[in-house]
């Protein structure tokens, strides 16, 4: 069996450059107070030895650990990964968190925590004692609860809600999911719709409200009916289903539905399909987030297209930039999601027959 190559540690680096530990540390974490020919010296040493630094020469420094923690919720995460039905939002979450830690020299790390969970203080601080994270990001509906939110203050750690605008500290991150949804709203009454019926998420995450509220928005610029058009659920399959029906069952039916998330208009579309409706000729049908499986529908669904990753990058960036002389003021910080128009939507069959 072959030899395993010794790694290139802070100490090879030190003793080719003559200098101590802390200074080769202070070089690899840009720390100011070292004379630049000094630094000169250390980094031709790393380049020379092929140094990689690691977390645990960082933390030398003292003052970072270049670690950031996101926290999501491990209920939906774990069923959303046992699904196999290509739900995205983490992966997104991670594309964005991920290469922009990597361009500050940082790490990130995920933790999942039950968001009903009588022992929420006692995961979260075994998490922070166990990593102790420069930076926490949260993520819905950790991002809106108060006893996170004031432990993280507690604890005088940076932290971006995402997904929150409920009062206190933390960087607060959002979508405009109000204008996302009026927007969506506003291109079916503009196609002629009347009857649009909205299935909204759970009420434990804040950005289902704005949804319906963009929606109720949109309908009352319009002078139409909305009150028996909202259908309840909680981003499940199965509440897609029971709103859905529901809906498709009164006296006079929606001509679309807003799907409050992509699993719940995935089961729109198979109500749909099992009551012999055509979409978009009988229903159109608009979802929210746009993860792979309402791409890869049939018909390709019309999405509001969530900017995740884009949202994860800029809560890294804040973070980063609040730990040293950038504190954020607190002003909510938007990142607007879009509307992307594919198959599922079309004027309703009595506009296209003049009646």
């Known amino acids: 069996m072959a030899k395993r190559r010794q790694a290139v540690t802070i100490k090879h680096v030190a003793s080719d450059a003559g200098v101590s530990l802390q200074t080769v540390s202070r070089v690899v974490n840009k720390e100011p107070g070292v004379r630049p020919e000094m630094a000169s010296r250390v980094q031709a040493s790393i380049d020379k030895l092929g140094y990689v630094p690691s977390i645990a020469a960082q933390r030398m420094a003292g003052s970072r650990s270049y670690l950031i923690l996101a926290l999501n919720d491990r209920e939906r995460t774990i069923a959303d990964w046992r699904a196999r039905q290509g739900t995205d939002w983490l992966d997104q979450m991670l594309l964005g968190g991920m290469l922009t830690c990597a361009e500050h020299g940082y790490r990130m790390i995920v933790e999942l925590v039950d968001t009903h969970s009588d022992h929420i203080e006692r995961e979260l601080m075994g998490a922070i004692a166990a990593l102790q994270p420069d ?75 704005w949804r319906v509220d963009g929606w109720r928005e949109a309908m009352a610029a319009a002078d139409l009916e909305a009150v028996d058009l909202l259908g309840d659920g909680d981003f499940s399959y199965a509440s897609g289903r029971a709103a859905a029906q529901a809906l498709l069952a009164l006296t006079r039916p929606p001509t679309a539905i807003i799907g409050g998330n992509d699993q ?14 055509n979409v978009p000729r009988d229903l159109s049908v608009i979802s929210f987030d746009d993860t792979p499986i309402i791409r890869l529908a049939r018909p390709p669904v019309t999405a509001v297209v969530q900017p995740i990753a884009e949202v994860s990058a800029r809560a890294v960036s804040l973070i980063i930039a609040d730990l040293g002389q950038s504190p954020h003021d607190g002003t909510p910080v938007t990142v607007a999601a879009q509307l992307t128009l594919r198959e599922s939507t079309a004027p309703p069959v009595a506009v296209e027959n003049g009646t």
């Open 135 to 209: 930076g926490v990001i949260l993520t819905p509906p950790h991002s809106g609860n108060p006893l996170i939110i004031n432990l993280l203050a507690a604890q005088g750690i940076s932290f971006a809600r995402i997904g929150s605008l409920t009062e206190g500290p933390g960087i607060r991150l959002i979508m405009d999911d109000t204008r996302a949804a009026r927007i969506a709203t506003e291109h079916l009454i503009a196609q002629g719709h009347r009857r649009i019926g909205f299935i909204a998420g759970p009420d434990d995450y804040e950005l289902s409200a």
């Open 264 to 277: 719940m208009t995935l089961a729109t579309l198979d109500v749909a399909r099992e009551r012999g409706m």
